[in-house]
Protein backbone atom coordinates (compact mmCIF):
# COMPACT_ATOMS: atom_id res chain seq x y z
CA UNK A 1 0.00 0.00 0.00
CA UNK A 2 1.17 3.61 -0.66
CA UNK A 3 2.09 5.50 2.49
CA UNK A 4 1.66 9.46 2.39
CA UNK A 5 2.62 11.71 5.08
CA UNK A 6 0.72 14.94 5.02
CA UNK A 7 2.35 18.16 6.66
CA UNK A 8 -0.66 20.71 7.06
CA UNK A 9 -0.92 23.08 10.18
CA UNK A 10 -4.65 22.80 9.33
CA UNK A 11 -6.83 20.61 10.97
CA UNK A 12 -9.98 20.76 8.18
CA UNK A 13 -7.30 21.09 5.44
CA UNK A 14 -5.59 17.90 6.78
CA UNK A 15 -8.88 16.16 7.12
CA UNK A 16 -9.95 16.87 3.89
CA UNK A 17 -6.68 15.27 2.71
CA UNK A 18 -7.08 12.52 4.57
CA UNK A 19 -10.42 11.57 2.99
CA UNK A 20 -9.62 12.31 -0.24
CA UNK A 21 -6.55 10.54 -0.19
CA UNK A 22 -8.15 7.18 2.09
CA UNK A 23 -10.75 6.64 -0.99
CA UNK A 24 -8.51 5.73 -2.99
CA UNK A 25 -6.55 3.55 -0.95
CA UNK A 26 -3.58 5.45 -0.06
CA UNK A 27 -2.69 5.18 3.88
CA UNK A 28 -2.18 8.26 5.79
CA UNK A 29 -0.28 9.43 7.93
CA UNK A 30 -0.41 13.70 9.42
CA UNK A 31 1.88 16.24 10.53
CA UNK A 32 1.17 19.36 12.32
CA UNK A 33 3.86 21.22 11.56
CA UNK A 34 7.03 21.11 8.99
CA UNK A 35 9.48 19.74 12.23
CA UNK A 36 6.55 16.81 13.07
CA UNK A 37 6.31 16.22 9.38
CA UNK A 38 10.61 15.35 9.32
CA UNK A 39 10.54 13.44 13.30
CA UNK A 40 7.89 11.43 11.27
CA UNK A 41 9.98 10.99 8.20
CA UNK A 42 13.01 9.55 10.48
CA UNK A 43 10.87 6.90 12.41
CA UNK A 44 9.02 5.11 9.14
CA UNK A 45 9.11 4.81 5.27
CA UNK A 46 6.98 6.90 3.01
CA UNK A 47 6.20 6.59 -0.41
CA UNK A 48 5.27 10.62 -0.75
CA UNK A 49 5.37 13.82 1.08
CA UNK A 50 2.47 16.33 0.28
CA UNK A 51 2.69 19.59 2.83
CA UNK A 52 1.81 23.14 3.16
CA UNK A 53 4.19 26.01 2.38
CA UNK A 54 3.21 28.24 5.50
CA UNK A 55 3.20 26.34 8.87
CA UNK A 56 4.92 27.16 12.30
CA UNK A 57 8.56 25.72 13.00
CA UNK A 58 9.27 24.39 9.95
CA UNK A 59 8.35 25.84 6.55
CA UNK A 60 7.43 23.51 3.72
CA UNK A 61 10.19 24.77 1.88
CA UNK A 62 12.58 23.77 4.56
CA UNK A 63 10.62 20.70 5.24
CA UNK A 64 11.41 19.48 1.58
CA UNK A 65 14.73 20.70 1.50
CA UNK A 66 15.97 18.83 4.75
CA UNK A 67 14.10 15.62 3.13
CA UNK A 68 16.23 16.19 -0.11
CA UNK A 69 19.23 16.30 1.94
CA UNK A 70 19.24 13.39 3.50
CA UNK A 71 20.63 10.64 1.68
CA UNK A 72 17.83 8.44 3.37
CA UNK A 73 14.98 10.16 2.12
CA UNK A 74 15.83 12.01 -0.94
CA UNK A 75 14.12 9.52 -3.70
CA UNK A 76 10.85 10.27 -1.61
CA UNK A 77 8.66 12.85 -4.18
CA UNK A 78 7.54 16.16 -2.50
CA UNK A 79 4.82 17.98 -3.48
CA UNK A 80 4.06 21.42 -2.18
CA UNK A 81 0.51 22.70 -1.88
CA UNK A 82 0.07 26.41 -2.12
CA UNK A 83 -1.56 29.09 -4.09
CA UNK A 84 1.26 30.11 -6.88
CA UNK A 85 0.65 33.67 -6.19
CA UNK A 86 3.75 34.45 -7.32
CA UNK A 87 6.36 32.97 -9.82
CA UNK A 88 9.10 32.88 -7.06
CA UNK A 89 7.32 30.14 -5.60
CA UNK A 90 8.02 27.69 -8.70
CA UNK A 91 11.76 29.05 -8.16
CA UNK A 92 11.95 28.18 -3.93
CA UNK A 93 10.49 25.14 -5.24
CA UNK A 94 13.01 24.28 -7.88
CA UNK A 95 15.81 25.57 -5.08
CA UNK A 96 14.44 23.17 -2.41
CA UNK A 97 13.99 20.20 -4.91
CA UNK A 98 10.17 19.77 -5.04
CA UNK A 99 8.98 17.35 -7.39
CA UNK A 100 5.54 19.37 -8.02
CA UNK A 101 2.68 21.53 -6.70
CA UNK A 102 -0.61 21.38 -6.64
CA UNK A 103 -2.24 25.16 -5.95
CA UNK A 104 -5.33 25.91 -4.00
CA UNK A 105 -8.05 25.76 -4.29
CA UNK A 106 -7.68 22.22 -6.27
CA UNK A 107 -10.54 19.52 -7.05
CA UNK A 108 -9.75 16.02 -5.82
CA UNK A 109 -9.50 14.66 -9.24
CA UNK A 110 -6.73 17.29 -9.88
CA UNK A 111 -4.95 16.20 -6.94
CA UNK A 112 -5.26 12.35 -7.54
CA UNK A 113 -3.99 13.01 -10.91
CA UNK A 114 -1.43 14.92 -10.03
CA UNK A 115 0.02 11.94 -7.38
CA UNK A 116 -0.36 9.29 -9.99
CA UNK A 117 1.49 11.30 -12.07
CA UNK A 118 4.52 12.42 -9.68
CA UNK A 119 4.49 8.34 -8.44
CA UNK A 120 5.28 6.97 -11.95
CA UNK A 121 7.84 9.95 -12.38
CA UNK A 122 9.58 8.70 -9.20
CA UNK A 123 9.41 5.11 -10.89
CA UNK A 124 10.80 6.24 -13.93
CA UNK A 125 14.30 8.02 -12.40
CA UNK A 126 14.63 5.34 -9.69
CA UNK A 127 17.56 3.89 -12.02
CA UNK A 128 19.64 6.85 -10.93
CA UNK A 129 19.94 9.88 -9.36
CA UNK A 130 22.37 12.52 -11.18
CA UNK A 131 22.52 15.58 -8.43
CA UNK A 132 24.30 18.27 -10.38
CA UNK A 133 23.75 22.10 -9.27
CA UNK A 134 23.13 24.84 -11.08
CA UNK A 135 23.07 28.65 -10.03
CA UNK A 136 20.56 30.59 -11.41
CA UNK A 137 19.38 34.65 -10.78
CA UNK A 138 15.70 35.62 -10.70
CA UNK A 139 14.28 38.59 -9.58
CA UNK A 140 18.02 39.98 -8.65
CA UNK A 141 18.59 36.90 -6.44
CA UNK A 142 20.60 34.12 -6.74
CA UNK A 143 19.57 30.06 -6.05
CA UNK A 144 21.03 26.64 -6.10
CA UNK A 145 18.92 24.10 -8.21
CA UNK A 146 19.41 20.67 -7.71
CA UNK A 147 16.33 19.30 -9.39
CA UNK A 148 16.98 16.34 -12.04
CA UNK A 149 15.42 17.32 -15.27
CA UNK A 150 12.73 15.14 -14.50
CA UNK A 151 11.53 17.48 -11.11
CA UNK A 152 11.98 20.12 -13.32
CA UNK A 153 9.79 18.97 -16.18
CA UNK A 154 7.12 17.71 -13.46
CA UNK A 155 7.04 21.08 -12.03
CA UNK A 156 6.77 23.28 -15.48
CA UNK A 157 4.29 20.99 -16.52
CA UNK A 158 2.17 20.83 -13.37
CA UNK A 159 2.35 24.72 -13.07
CA UNK A 160 1.17 24.75 -17.53
CA UNK A 161 -1.56 22.63 -16.57
CA UNK A 162 -2.40 25.08 -13.91
CA UNK A 163 -2.29 27.88 -16.17
CA UNK A 164 -4.12 26.32 -18.48
CA UNK A 165 -7.27 25.35 -16.04
CA UNK A 166 -7.48 28.74 -14.77
CA UNK A 167 -7.57 30.18 -18.44
CA UNK A 168 -10.82 27.80 -18.81
CA UNK A 169 -12.42 28.84 -15.29
CA UNK A 170 -11.81 32.42 -16.96
CA UNK A 171 -13.21 31.68 -20.35
CA UNK A 172 -16.50 29.90 -18.31
CA UNK A 173 -16.54 33.18 -15.96
CA UNK A 174 -16.19 35.58 -18.91
CA UNK A 175 -18.99 33.19 -21.08
CA UNK A 176 -21.51 33.59 -18.05
CA UNK A 177 -20.88 37.01 -17.41
CA UNK A 178 -21.51 38.27 -21.11
CA UNK A 179 -24.77 35.92 -20.52
CA UNK A 180 -25.55 38.22 -17.44
CA UNK A 181 -25.19 40.98 -19.57
CA UNK A 182 -27.09 40.57 -22.49
CA UNK A 183 -29.88 39.63 -19.79
CA UNK A 184 -29.38 43.02 -17.99
CA UNK A 185 -29.46 44.55 -21.42
CA UNK A 186 -32.77 43.01 -22.06
CA UNK A 187 -34.04 44.30 -18.86
CA UNK A 188 -33.32 47.63 -19.28
CA UNK A 189 -35.03 47.57 -22.53
CA UNK A 190 -38.04 46.21 -20.46
CA UNK A 191 -37.78 48.74 -18.11
CA UNK A 192 -37.10 51.44 -20.85
CA UNK A 193 -40.73 50.46 -23.11
CA UNK A 194 -42.61 48.95 -20.34
CA UNK A 195 -42.78 51.88 -17.45
CA UNK A 196 -41.91 54.77 -19.42
CA UNK A 197 -45.20 54.11 -22.05
CA UNK A 198 -47.31 54.59 -18.70
CA UNK A 199 -45.37 57.42 -17.62
CA UNK A 200 -45.77 59.18 -20.36
CA UNK A 201 -49.38 58.98 -20.21
CA UNK A 202 -49.60 59.98 -17.02
CA UNK A 203 -47.39 63.56 -17.61
CA UNK A 204 -49.52 63.66 -20.79
CA UNK A 205 -52.80 63.82 -18.99
CA UNK A 206 -51.74 65.83 -15.89
CA UNK A 207 -50.80 68.65 -18.39
CA UNK A 208 -54.00 68.26 -20.32
CA UNK A 209 -55.79 68.15 -16.81
CA UNK A 210 -53.52 71.24 -15.82
CA UNK A 211 -53.94 73.18 -18.99
CA UNK A 212 -57.24 72.95 -19.50
CA UNK A 213 -59.32 71.94 -16.30
CA UNK A 214 -56.72 73.92 -13.76
CA UNK A 215 -59.20 76.58 -13.65
CA UNK A 216 -61.94 74.49 -12.06
CA UNK A 217 -59.59 73.12 -9.23
CA UNK A 218 -59.20 75.06 -6.29
CA UNK A 219 -56.09 75.69 -4.68
CA UNK A 220 -55.47 72.18 -3.27
CA UNK A 221 -56.27 70.32 -6.10
CA UNK A 222 -54.06 72.64 -8.10
CA UNK A 223 -51.35 71.50 -5.40
CA UNK A 224 -52.05 67.71 -5.79
CA UNK A 225 -52.04 68.24 -9.37
CA UNK A 226 -48.11 69.76 -9.11
CA UNK A 227 -47.38 67.23 -7.30
CA UNK A 228 -48.06 64.26 -9.26
CA UNK A 229 -46.46 66.47 -11.96
CA UNK A 230 -43.44 66.65 -9.46
CA UNK A 231 -43.47 62.81 -8.98
CA UNK A 232 -43.67 61.85 -12.53
CA UNK A 233 -40.91 63.82 -13.76
CA UNK A 234 -38.70 62.67 -10.69
CA UNK A 235 -39.62 58.75 -11.79
CA UNK A 236 -38.46 59.66 -15.21
CA UNK A 237 -35.54 60.84 -14.25
CA UNK A 238 -34.98 57.87 -11.61
CA UNK A 239 -35.60 55.51 -14.81
CA UNK A 240 -32.94 57.30 -16.81
CA UNK A 241 -29.99 57.30 -14.47
CA UNK A 242 -30.97 53.75 -13.78
CA UNK A 243 -30.69 52.59 -17.91
CA UNK A 244 -27.36 54.80 -17.38
CA UNK A 245 -26.16 52.75 -14.49
CA UNK A 246 -26.73 49.29 -16.28
CA UNK A 247 -25.71 50.57 -19.39
CA UNK A 248 -21.80 51.29 -17.80
CA UNK A 249 -22.00 47.47 -17.57
CA UNK A 250 -22.74 46.41 -21.33
CA UNK A 251 -20.90 48.69 -23.07
CA UNK A 252 -17.51 48.11 -24.40
CA UNK A 253 -14.73 50.42 -23.52
CA UNK A 254 -12.56 51.65 -26.29
CA UNK A 255 -9.64 53.57 -25.64
CA UNK A 256 -8.09 56.39 -26.93
CA UNK A 257 -5.74 59.42 -25.84
CA UNK A 258 -8.61 61.94 -24.60
CA UNK A 259 -7.74 65.58 -24.10
CA UNK A 260 -9.58 66.33 -20.60
CA UNK A 261 -8.84 69.80 -20.38
CA UNK A 262 -11.15 70.34 -23.51
CA UNK A 263 -13.55 67.85 -22.28
CA UNK A 264 -14.18 69.51 -18.78
CA UNK A 265 -13.79 72.80 -20.54
CA UNK A 266 -16.96 71.95 -22.52
CA UNK A 267 -18.75 70.26 -20.27
CA UNK A 268 -18.73 73.53 -17.83
CA UNK A 269 -19.79 75.70 -21.02
CA UNK A 270 -22.65 73.74 -21.40
CA UNK A 271 -23.50 73.96 -17.74
CA UNK A 272 -22.66 77.66 -17.44
CA UNK A 273 -25.07 78.07 -20.46
CA UNK A 274 -28.01 75.58 -18.59
CA UNK A 275 -27.73 77.80 -15.05
CA UNK A 276 -26.86 81.55 -16.40
CA UNK A 277 -28.09 82.63 -12.78
CA UNK A 278 -25.55 80.73 -11.10
CA UNK A 279 -21.87 82.41 -11.98
CA UNK A 280 -18.39 79.93 -11.06
CA UNK A 281 -15.35 80.46 -11.28
CA UNK A 282 -13.80 77.44 -12.98
CA UNK A 283 -10.08 76.47 -13.41
CA UNK A 284 -8.97 73.71 -15.17
CA UNK A 285 -5.14 72.48 -15.32
CA UNK A 286 -4.05 72.63 -19.06
CA UNK A 287 -2.61 69.81 -20.81
CA UNK A 288 -4.90 67.32 -18.85
CA UNK A 289 -5.23 64.14 -20.92
CA UNK A 290 -5.94 59.96 -19.98
CA UNK A 291 -6.09 56.72 -22.30
CA UNK A 292 -9.64 56.35 -21.52
CA UNK A 293 -13.15 55.82 -23.65
CA UNK A 294 -13.79 59.29 -24.75
CA UNK A 295 -17.79 58.50 -24.36
CA UNK A 296 -16.97 57.48 -20.91
CA UNK A 297 -15.26 59.69 -19.90
CA UNK A 298 -17.63 62.48 -20.83
CA UNK A 299 -20.45 60.81 -18.97
CA UNK A 300 -17.71 60.66 -15.79
CA UNK A 301 -17.24 64.71 -15.73
CA UNK A 302 -20.99 65.44 -16.91
CA UNK A 303 -21.87 64.27 -13.30
CA UNK A 304 -18.99 65.08 -11.39
CA UNK A 305 -19.18 68.90 -12.82
CA UNK A 306 -22.91 68.62 -12.92
CA UNK A 307 -22.84 67.44 -8.95
CA UNK A 308 -20.25 70.53 -8.21
CA UNK A 309 -22.26 72.95 -9.72
CA UNK A 310 -24.81 71.76 -7.98
CA UNK A 311 -23.67 71.65 -5.09
CA UNK A 312 -22.20 75.31 -5.09
CA UNK A 313 -25.51 76.82 -5.87
CA UNK A 314 -25.51 78.78 -2.21
CA UNK A 315 -21.83 80.07 -2.33
CA UNK A 316 -19.23 81.96 -4.66
CA UNK A 317 -18.42 79.05 -6.30
CA UNK A 318 -15.23 78.10 -7.08
CA UNK A 319 -14.46 74.56 -8.90
CA UNK A 320 -11.04 73.47 -10.32
CA UNK A 321 -10.33 70.06 -12.61
CA UNK A 322 -6.77 69.14 -11.98
CA UNK A 323 -4.25 66.09 -11.14
CA UNK A 324 -1.56 65.74 -8.94
CA UNK A 325 1.38 62.75 -8.78
CA UNK A 326 2.11 59.88 -6.18
CA UNK A 327 2.80 56.49 -5.43
CA UNK A 328 3.50 56.06 -9.14
CA UNK A 329 0.27 57.10 -10.57
CA UNK A 330 -1.24 59.71 -11.97
CA UNK A 331 -4.56 61.34 -9.72
CA UNK A 332 -7.09 63.33 -11.57
CA UNK A 333 -9.81 65.22 -9.26
CA UNK A 334 -12.54 67.86 -9.56
CA UNK A 335 -12.41 69.77 -6.43
CA UNK A 336 -15.36 72.32 -5.16
CA UNK A 337 -16.21 74.69 -2.14
CA UNK A 338 -19.94 73.68 -1.74
CA UNK A 339 -22.05 72.10 0.28
CA UNK A 340 -19.71 69.10 1.51
CA UNK A 341 -20.34 65.87 3.38
CA UNK A 342 -19.94 64.37 6.57
CA UNK A 343 -16.65 61.66 5.87
CA UNK A 344 -18.64 59.50 7.94
CA UNK A 345 -20.90 58.72 5.29
CA UNK A 346 -18.84 58.72 2.60
CA UNK A 347 -19.06 54.71 2.11
CA UNK A 348 -22.26 55.01 0.98
CA UNK A 349 -21.09 57.49 -1.56
CA UNK A 350 -21.44 55.64 -4.49
CA UNK A 351 -24.35 53.35 -4.08
CA UNK A 352 -27.22 53.56 -5.91
CA UNK A 353 -30.02 55.73 -4.52
CA UNK A 354 -27.86 56.30 -1.58
CA UNK A 355 -28.18 60.37 -1.30
CA UNK A 356 -25.87 62.28 1.76
CA UNK A 357 -28.64 65.84 0.85
CA UNK A 358 -32.16 66.03 1.33
CA UNK A 359 -34.60 66.79 -1.53
CA UNK A 360 -35.12 69.98 0.03
CA UNK A 361 -31.50 71.10 0.02
CA UNK A 362 -30.51 69.53 -3.35
CA UNK A 363 -32.67 67.87 -6.21
CA UNK A 364 -30.93 64.20 -7.59
CA UNK A 365 -31.77 60.89 -7.85
CA UNK A 366 -28.02 59.41 -6.09
CA UNK A 367 -27.19 57.48 -9.19
CA UNK A 368 -24.65 59.54 -10.66
CA UNK A 369 -21.69 58.77 -8.68
CA UNK A 370 -22.64 55.12 -8.24
CA UNK A 371 -22.57 55.17 -12.69
CA UNK A 372 -19.01 57.27 -12.21
CA UNK A 373 -17.37 54.66 -10.03
CA UNK A 374 -18.55 51.88 -12.59
CA UNK A 375 -17.01 53.68 -15.29
CA UNK A 376 -13.75 54.25 -13.42
CA UNK A 377 -13.68 50.57 -12.40
CA UNK A 378 -14.27 49.53 -15.76
CA UNK A 379 -11.46 51.37 -16.81
CA UNK A 380 -8.97 49.55 -14.22
CA UNK A 381 -9.23 52.87 -12.02
CA UNK A 382 -9.59 53.60 -8.26
CA UNK A 383 -12.08 56.53 -7.08
CA UNK A 384 -12.34 57.89 -3.85
CA UNK A 385 -13.69 61.24 -1.99
CA UNK A 386 -12.57 63.64 0.75
CA UNK A 387 -15.07 66.55 1.87
CA UNK A 388 -16.03 67.98 5.36
CA UNK A 389 -19.60 69.73 5.90
CA UNK A 390 -19.79 73.49 4.15
CA UNK A 391 -16.19 73.31 3.17
CA UNK A 392 -16.57 71.82 -0.04
CA UNK A 393 -15.73 68.21 -1.69
CA UNK A 394 -12.85 66.79 -4.05
CA UNK A 395 -13.62 63.54 -5.83
CA UNK A 396 -10.46 61.68 -7.12
CA UNK A 397 -10.07 59.08 -9.72
CA UNK A 398 -7.07 57.08 -11.41
CA UNK A 399 -7.25 56.10 -14.89
CA UNK A 400 -4.39 53.41 -15.40
CA UNK A 401 -1.90 53.70 -18.74
Given amino acids: MTRVLVVEDSATQAAELRLILESEGYEIETAVD ?11 SFDLVLTDIVMPNLSGYELCRAV ?7 HIPVIIVTTLSDPMDIIQGLECGADNFVTKPYEPEQLLARIATILESRRLRRAGMLRVGIEILFMGKTFLITSDKQQVLDLLVSTFEDVVRKNRELIR ?5 EAANKELEAFSYSVSHDLRAPLRAVKGFTTILADEYGGRLDEIGLEYLARVQDATRRMSELIDDLLELARMTCVAVEKSQVDITKLARDVAM ?16 DGLSALADARLLRV ?3 NLLGNAWKFTARVA ?6 RSHGAGECVYF ?4 GAGFDMKRASKLFSPFQRLHSDREFSGTGVGLATVQRIIHRHGGRIWADAAVGRGATICFTLPG
Avoid: M, Y
Fill in 68 to 74: KEDARTL
Fill in 317 to 322: ARIEVG
Fill in 34 to 44: GAAGLELLTRA
Fill in 270 to 285: ELSAANPEHPVALVVE
Fill in 173 to 177: SKAAL
Fill in 334 to 337: VRDN
Fill in 300 to 302: VFD
